[in-house]
């Protein structure tokens, strides 16, 4: 599942609940997840969310496309 969030403020608590209930939905169950960032201070704070499963953080969503379709 790509979640591209380069255009939200992560730091806002209704982003990282979001962020959080999506990935812990347990009717949606991705494999894995990809975030496309959208600065250096979502990026530190997505990848503590992606860490927890696996997932895996990039700067463009090309990246994480590839990413996915390798996995």
């Not at 209704?14 to 990809?34: F, K, N, Q």
């Not at 959208?38 to 997505?46: H, I, L, T």
């Amino acid at each position: 599942m790509l979640v591209d969030i380069s255009g939200s403020k992560i730091q806002d608590s209704a982003v990282a609940s979001a962020l959080d209930g999506l990935r812990t939905d347990p009717t949606i169950e991705p494999r894995h997840m990809a975030f496309v960032h959208g600065g250096a201070a979502a990026k530190m704070q997505v990848r503590r969310l992606a860490s927890a499963r696996g997932d895996a953080v990039f700067d463009v969503a090309a990246e994480a496309i590839a990413w996915l379709k390798g996995h």
